[in-house]
C-alpha cells in the first residue's frame, strides 16, 4: 500500500493514524517510493526534542535539484514545468520545458562553480519574480550551496543585516524589477547594502529593466555572457539528507530576523507530499500560487513542492492591481490554472474592487482554491468561495509557517468538508496539542490554547543559522517536549482547529480569551468596515479592554462616526458576544503590514498605550508612514 496520496476521507483517517503509530514506517515508505536516493538512510528519524536536535533520514545521500529535474527527464522532459508571467501583459508569457529547465539549471550552476561557489557556501538571492530566481535557487541546490532568498522589496539595510549574518559568498541580483507601473532599482540597493558587506566577493547581475546601473570592477559580472559560455552538463553534488538546503530569514517578536534552516531530505520529503495532498494535484494540472518566492509559501509551493511533483507552476512578475484589478483573473483564465493560492489581504483588497472584474473572466478550469498567511475573516472566505471558487472549488486554508517547512492544518481537497475560518484537520503526521498558560494540555472544546506540536515531521526547520540556543529557547522551552508554533487556536467538537491569531494577539478581557481574528470577523461583517485590527491595552477593571482600528468603505466615510461606532459594537455583541465590545475606536486610512500583509500588531499596541517612542524594527512594513498618520490621529 502507498502512503503517498490520500483517495478519501477514511483513507485520511488510517494514514493519520498510521503517521502517529508508526511515524517511521510511514515516513520510510512515502520517501522511499517517490524520490531518487543515491543511499539510503540509517534511521528514518532520530530526535531530542529537550535539546531541540532533530535529524531525518540519517545517513541518507541525495539531491533536490536531481529530485525537482532530472528524475522527470525521460517521462517528462518536455512538460512545462514553469510559465513564466510578465509584470506587463504585452509581454510574451514563457513557458520552460524541464528539458530547458535542466539546461539553464546546470549552465547556471556551473557559473556558479566557476565563481568559486562550493558545497555549504552561502548565496544571497536578490531577485525579482523571473525565471532566473528559481533557477539560481536549484542551481545552488545543484551544487550544494545553501541559497538564502531575501525578498527584493526589502531595503539595503534589511539585506545587509540578512548577508551578514550568514557570510554570503555571492550575491544575485539584477539590474532593476517591474511592479506593477514601478521599476525598483535593485542592484543600487545592493551596491548600498555591501559596503557593509565584507564577506561577499562577487555579484553576479541578470538583465531585466535595462536600467543603468554601476558595475563594480572586480566585483560585478554580468550573468548572461557566462551563461553563454558554460557547459549544460554538470554533475550534481551528493549531500547528505541533513546538509542545509537554504536559509529563511523571518522576523521575531524581538531582536533580530531569525535565519531558519531548512535541511535536504526532510523538507523534499515534506513539501512534495503536502503539495500533492493538500491541493489534489494531478497530472496536468497548473498550478499557480502568488505568494513572492521570497517568502516560504514561494519557496514551498511554487518552486520546491511543485517540481518535485512534476507539475507546471506559474511564476507570475507582477501586482494583483496592475494594469487593473482583474489582473489575477485573467491569468487564471489565460494559463488555465487549476489551483490557485493566495492570501487573505489578496483577497480583502480584491473583495473591495467592482465585481466585473472577476466576472468578466472565465474561471472554470478551476478545481481548488487555497488561503495562507493569516486567519481569513468569514466575509472575505465567502466572497472567495462564491465569486472565484463559484462555490464549486473547495477552499484549503492552509495553516503553516516559515518554520515548519510545509502545511501542517488544512483541509485537503475534496477530501475534508471545509468549514469557514478553520484550517479543519492536521496533515499526516502532524500532531497538534493546545495548552493552557499552565502548560497544561486542554481537553475542551472551543477553548484558545496555545498551538503546540509534539512529534517532529520531516519538514521543521533544523535549527537558526548560527544561534541554535535562539531556536532552543524560541520553539522548544515554553512547553517542554514540545514544539511552541505562537499561535493560539481552539477546537471544536469535531476536531476543527481554528487559528485564532498569534498567541500574543490573544487578550484577556474580564478573564475571558479573546482571540483577534473572530472580533475582527465580527467587526468586518458591518456594510460600512473595510478592514480592523483590534488589540488589548490595559484597564483598570478588566485586565485588558479592547482597542479597534478600523478603515471604513467610502460609504462609511459620508456617516456619522457616533452612530458608527454603536453599530459597530451591536454586531460585535451579536457575533461573539458583549464581553468582546471595544472600547475606543480609531478610523483609520491604513493599518501596518509587513510586505507579506500580516497586521504588525505590536505597533498598534504601542499607539493604543500612547507610548510613541522606540517602534522596534520596522524594517520589514511595507507602509511605514501609516504610523505617523495614526498617531496623529488617537483620540
Ligand atoms: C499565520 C506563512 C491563520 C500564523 C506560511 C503563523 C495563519 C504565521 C495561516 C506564519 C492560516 C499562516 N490561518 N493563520 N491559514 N497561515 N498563518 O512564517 O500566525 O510567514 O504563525 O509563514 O502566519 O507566517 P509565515
Redesign the pocket.
Given at each position: 500500500m502507498s502512503y503517498y496520496k490520500i483517495e478519501n476521507l477514511e483513507q485520511y483517517f488510517k494514514h493519520y493514524n498510521k503517521s502517529v503509530r508508526e511515524p517511521r514506517k510511514f515516513w520510510g515508505k512515502i520517501a522511499e517510493e517517490n524520490f531518487t536516493w543515491y543511499q539510503q538512510w540509517d534511521k528514518v528519524v532520530d530526535f531530542n526534542m529537550a535539546d531541540a536536535e532533530i535529524k531525518w533520514f540519517t545517513e541518507a545521500k541525495v539531491n533536490m535539484a536531481k529530485n525537482c529535474i532530472d528524475r522527470h527527464l525521460n517521462k517528462r522532459g518536455e512538460k512545462t514545468a514553469i510559465i513564466f508571467e510578465p509584470n506587463d501583459p504585452t509581454e510574451k508569457a514563457l513557458h520552460i520545458s524541464y528539458n530547458e529547465l535542466h539546461q539553464r539549471v546546470c549552465k547556471m550552476a556551473n557559473v556558479l562553480r566557476e565563481q568559486g561557489i562550493e558545497k555549504g557556501d552561502r548565496v544571497c538571492i536578490y531577485l525579482p519574480m523571473i525565471p532566473e530566481l528559481a533557477v539560481s535557487m536549484l542551481a545552488c541546490a545543484r551544487i550544494g550551496a545553501i541559497h538564502s532568498v531575501v525578498f527584493a522589496g526589502f531595503s539595503s539595510s534589511a539585506v545587509a543585516t540578512r548577508i551578514l549574518d550568514s557570510d554570503c559568498k555571492m550575491v544575485i541580483t539584477s539590474d532593476g524589477g517591474y511592479r506593477g507601473n514601478k521599476t525598483i532599482e535593485l542592484k543600487s540597493i545592493i551596491d548600498e547594502a555591501l559596503e557593509k558587506c565584507p564577506s561577499v566577493s562577487s555579484v553576479l547581475v541578470v538583465k531585466r529593466t535595462n536600467t543603468e546601473i554601476d558595475m563594480k570592477s572586480g566585483r560585478d559580472i554580468w550573468l548572461q555572457p557566462l551563461l553563454d559560455e558554460a557547459s549544460d552538463n554538470s554533475v550534481a553534488e551528493i549531500m547528505d539528507s541533513e546538509d542545509p538546503l537554504f536559509i529563511l530569514y523571518?522576523s521575531g517578536s524581538t531582536g533580530k530576523p531569525k535565519g531558519m534552516v531548512h535541511t535536504t531530505a526532510g523538507y523534499m520529503v515534506y513539501s512534495a507530499y503536502t503539495f500533492k495532498n493538500v491541493f489534489n494535484y494531478e497530472e496536468n494540472d497548473i498550478f499557480w500560487c502568488t505568494a513572492d518566492i521570497g517568502?516560504?509559501?514561494g519557496h514551498s509551493y511554487i518552486l520546491y513542492g511543485p517540481l518535485l511533483n512534476g507539475a507546471t507552476t506559474v511564476i507570475f512578475e507582477g501586482v494583483p492591481s496592475y494594469p487593473d484589478f482583474s489582473r489575477f483573473w485573467e491569468i487564471i483564465e489565460k494559463h488555465k490554472v487549476s489551483q490557485f493560492y493566495t492570501a487573505p489581504t489578496a483577497i480583502r483588497a480584491l473583495a473591495k474592487e467592482n465585481l466585473e472584474y472577476v466576472q468578466k473572466h472565465h474561471l472554470k478550469t478551476l478545481k481548488v482554491i487555497g488561503?495562507?498567511?493569516?486567519?481569513?475573516n468569514e466575509e472575505a472566505w465567502h466572497w472567495y468561495n462564491d465569486n472565484v471558487g463559484t462555490k464549486k472549488c473547495p477552499i484549503v486554508?492552509?495553516?503553516?509557517?516559515?518554520?515548519t517547512g510545509g502545511i501542517m492544518i488544512?483541509p485537503l481537497a475534496f477530501i475534508t468538508p471545509t468549514k469557514p475560518t478553520y484550517?479543519t484537520l492536521p496533515l499526516p503526521g502532524i500532531q497538534p496539542v493546545l495548552m493552557n498558560d499552565k502548560g497544561v494540555e486542554i481537553e475542551k472544546n472551543q477553548e484558545v490554547g496555545s498551538l503546540c506540536i509534539k512529534f517532529p515531521w520531516p519538514g521543521i526547520a533544523r535549527t537558526i543559522w548560527g544561534n541554535h540556543q535562539r531556536y532552543k529557547d524560541t520553539y522548544f522551552s515554553a512547553y517542554p517536549g514540545n514544539y511552541f508554533?505562537?499561535?493560539g487556536a481552539l477546537r471544536d467538537e469535531v476536531g476543527y482547529y481554528r487559528?485564532t491569531?498569534?498567541v500574543d494577539d490573544v487578550v484577556i478581557v474580564s478573564g475571558h480569551n479573546l482571540g483577534t481574528?473572530p472580533i475582527e470577523d465580527a467587526i468586518n461583517e458591518h456594510p460600512a468596515v473595510a478592514e480592523s485590527a483590534i488589540i488589548g491595552f490595559p484597564h483598570d477593571v478588566k485586565g485588558n479592554a479592547l482597542y479597534g482600528y478600523v478603515i471604513l468603505k467610502e460609504t462609511g466615510e459620508l456617516r456619522n462616526k457616533e452612530n458608527l461606532f454603536k453599530e459597530i459594537n451591536q454586531h460585535i455583541s451579536d457575533h461573539v458576544g458583549p464581553i468582546a465590545k471595544l472600547d475606543k475606536i480609531q478610523f483609520v486610512s491604513g493599518l501596518p503590514k509587513t510586505r507579506?500583509g500580516?497586521i504588525m500588531r505590536r505597533i498598534l499596541r504601542k499607539i493604543a498605550e500612547g507610548d510613541f517612542s522606540n517602534f522596534g524594527d520596522t524594517s520589514t512594513l511595507l507602509n511605514p508612514e501609516i504610523i505617523e498618520e495614526i498617531i496623529a490621529g488617537k483620540n
Open positions: 523571518t517568502w516560504i509559501t488561503s495562507v498567511g493569516e486567519p481569513i486554508d492552509t495553516w503553516w509557517q516559515t518554520e488544512s484550517a508554533t505562537g499561535d487559528i491569531g498569534r481574528a507579506s500580516k
